[in-house]
């Protein structure tokens, strides 16, 4: 099969770069012009900021050539398989793939629980009940140690990471920014990671190239060259997890030739669909799935897909095999599978259209 994520040029290598000037072990290939920069400045700070669903394409769309976001795109490079939050931000967060990491999706089922998992709500995605077992030993299976625990345990350096939830959250994009800036000026080397939900949640809602996220990239544009301007001793990098694509949602149950041969709820996401068959009606599945979806999707093996290494190289995480199903379906065109419990939203991504897959890498020096 295809595999479009290039895993030697990807958000977990350019993780692997951060790694690796800070002292720390890392499991994959660095990026050497990363490298490069990091080895001949040698920045007191190194930033990476992470504005959630702004793929390079919408950047070639909304803003001028001559933008601070565009002027200083270094590249463009790809996500991980699925272009999707949950495994893209834990590959640049830990420097590892998914197969290694274990968040493939935001729905996976677990096997240890015997539950399709929302990871990032800890509730059961068809019922939306929190699953305690996950809570109390999901830490047992999926990785959880990031760049910036690792740097701090390390106790040379020291790490920062912001997010507008969980601990100390940030509130708005102002607050992340002087969060950013006040860290940069104390002493010291450091990293500092910052996610900001933005523009992915207004683009589920309101489409990749509507006039409020054209908006709230602009925004973007301009306070972060703001900030840039007022730093010293620094790079700044900027990227995204994933890019988006305006879908049309199609009703799985409405096809209850194909749900009634699943033995459970689908996973993983709209887009990049795990699916378990009833044991005997694999054939039935594949012929049913095609008739209806193969113009969209292209439907492979469980099989197919660990030999293609498609969640990248690596050793497997524990989850990895039974969270796969029988066969993943990815779309290729626009068209996104929902089932209960999955969000029904105009705009999605975790397929391979370009949309999806490629992400800018800006960097700044300063």
């Keep these: 099969m295809e595999v479009r994520n290039n895993y030697k040029e990807c958000l977990t290598n350019l993780a692997c770069s951060i790694r690796k000037y800070f002292g720390l072990e890392y499991k994959h290939n660095t990026l050497d012009y990363i490298d490069k920069i990091l080895e001949e400045k040698q920045p007191k700070n190194v930033v990476v900021i992470l504005y959630d669903g702004m793929g390079s394409r919408i950047l070639d769309r909304v803003l001028p050539k001559d933008s601070f976001f565009n002027a200083n795109r270094y590249k463009e490079i790809t996500t991980v398989f699925p272009a999707t939050t949950t495994a893209a931000t834990t590959s640049i967060r830990t420097g590892l793939n998914p197969v290694e990491h274990g968040w493939l999706g935001w729905n996976v089922y677990l096997k240890p629980f015997d539950k399709i998992v929302t990871l990032f709500r800890n509730t059961e995605k068809e019922t939306e009940e929190i699953v305690q077992d996950y809570i109390d030993h999901g830490k047992d299976y999926l990785v959880t140690n990031s760049v910036v625990s690792d740097i701090n345990d390390a106790g040379k350096y020291k790490a920062y990471e ?46 990749a190239d509507s006039a409020v996220v054209k908006e709230l990239i602009e925004e973007r544009n301009k306070k972060t060259q703001e ?82 290494k498609l ?52 960097v700044v020096e300063k």
């Design 311 to 362: 969640f990248g190289d690596g050793e497997e995480n524990p989850i990895y095999r039974d969270a796969l199903g029988d066969y993943l379906a990815i779309a290729y065109g626009t068209r996104a599978l929902l089932m209960p419990g999955d969000e029904d939203l105009i705009s999605m991504h975790a397929g391979y259209a370009d949309d999806e897959i490629y992400v800018p890498l800006i």
């Design 227 to 308: 900030l840039c301007d007022k730093l010293e001793d620094t790079v700044i990098i900027v990227v995204a997890d994933h890019g988006h694509l305006l879908v049309d949602r199609v009703q799985l149950t409405n096809y209850p030739e194909i749900t009634s041969l699943l033995e459970r709820n689908t996973s993983l996401e709209p887009r990049a669909t795990s699916f378990k068959i009833i044991p005997g009606k694999e054939k039935e599945f594949v012929e049913k799935f095609n008739k209806e979806f193969g113009e969209d999707f292209k439907l492979y093996t469980k099989e197919e897909i660990i030999e293609s």
């Design 162 to 207: 912001h997010f507008p939830f969980g601990e100390n959250p940030y509130v708005g994009l102002d607050d992340m920014l002087s969060r950013v800036e006040k860290e940069c000026k104390e002493d010291g080397k450091k990293y500092i990671y910052a996610y900001d939900p933005e523009p992915d949640h207004t683009m589920h809602e309101n489409g």
